[in-house]
């Protein structure tokens, strides 16, 4: 035997908890469908439709909203956030899909 070779030896018992990891969360994942038409905006105005300052949206202009959706649309050159009701004629520019509020403001 060569005194200078490490030879690799388990003692004891494994973590038994390795058997159940799968794989980490990805939050891409969940919060992007599609990457090349999702945007992140930073909420800047006051608060409405449950959006505060500060608060980070998520819009995808590849979706078609549903009534009742928040949308981004674009009025007067300016990018402003409302409720899709599919009766008014917006210049719709993308779909609200997630709002990520920071908890420890």
Known sequence: MDP??????????????????????NPSDILIQNPSSTFFFEWEGDESYGISKGDKIIVDRSIDPNDGDLVVSISDGKLKCCKFTGKEDLDLWGTITWKLTDLRK
């Open 4 to 25: 200078f070779k490490i030879e690799n030896r388990t003692t004891g018992f494994g973590n038994p908890s390795r058997s159940y990891v799968k794989s980490r969360i």
